[in-house]
């Protein structure tokens, strides 16, 4: 079955420490986004790449750093200077062509939470 | 500027009628979409509107006016599992590789019996 995988479900970790986010895809989509999500809030932009070994900064950008080695993963690491990382975190992807309405599917989400 | 409003919360009864709003000022437009999404859990996609009227698929229907920046989401027959929050997501035009959706914070919906 396609689909977007993210690991792990529920993380915690201490102040100070960098952790890294996984996200990976099956669906041959080129386009890969990061959002995060606080509680009553819309999704606001990380980063996202529309290809390999190339991404952008999203709104929120700060705190945050990706990349993109192969075109089906994109890992997010959350570093101690992100100052309140606490948040459910979104991976979702996209074709660039090809799709009905090119809409993003998302993964199940990480819960972070920094202790 | 680019913005996107949804109510924040609505409620309403079992087997009945709800339409959830959504206006948007973007700088252009290509295309709005709907998404579900129950809590603690990813959205997932509802619909997708581009030309200007009413696309019916089940008992979710979703209208755009292009000319108002104004669209609403109609879920009809109401059941408890509709409870969730409803995230309404404007695409502009593509400038190059540039996909990026500009989101609303989303509608809250609860069901009651």
């Known amino acids: 079955d396609g689909g977007i995988t993210q690991s792990p479900k529920y993380l915690f970790r201490k102040e100070g420490q960098n952790v890294t986010l996984s996200c990976e895809q099956n669906?041959?989509?080129?386009?890969m986004y990061w959002y995060r999500q606080d509680p009553g809030q819309g999704l606001r932009l990380i980063y996202y790449?529309?290809?390999?070994?190339?991404?952008q900064k999203g709104d929120i950008a700060e705190g945050y750093s990706v990349s993109r080695e192969k075109k089906e993963s994109f890992p997010l690491t959350v570093t101690s200077a992100q100052k309140n990382p606490t948040a459910f975190y979104l991976c979702a992807s996209t074709p660039l062509a090809g799709g009905s309405y090119n809409e993003q599917f998302f993964g199940p989400g990480t819960r972070l939470t920094v202790l | 500027g680019q913005n996107i409003d949804q109510p924040t919360e609505m409620t309403a009864t079992e087997g009945a009628i709800v339409q959830i709003n959504c206006t948007y000022q973007?700088?252009?437009?290509?295309?709005l979409f709907w998404y579900q999404q129950h809590a603690g859990e990813a959205p997932t996609f509802l619909s997708y509107n581009v030309l200007d009227g009413l696309e019916e698929k089940g008992r979710f229907s979703s209208f755009l006016s292009r000319s108002k920046g104004y669209s609403y989401l109609l879920l009809k027959e109401l059941q408890m599992k509709d409870s969730a929050s409803y995230l309404c997501?404007?695409?502009?035009?593509?400038?190059?590789?540039?996909?990026?959706?500009?989101w609303g914070l989303g509608t809250s919906l609860a069901v009651n019996p």
């Open positions: 973007t700088s252009g437009f290509n295309g």
């Open positions: 790449s529309q290809i390999v070994n190339d991404f």
């Open positions: 669906l041959n989509h080129d386009a």
């Open positions: 997501a404007v695409r502009p035009p593509f400038a190059g590789n540039n996909r990026k959706l500009i």
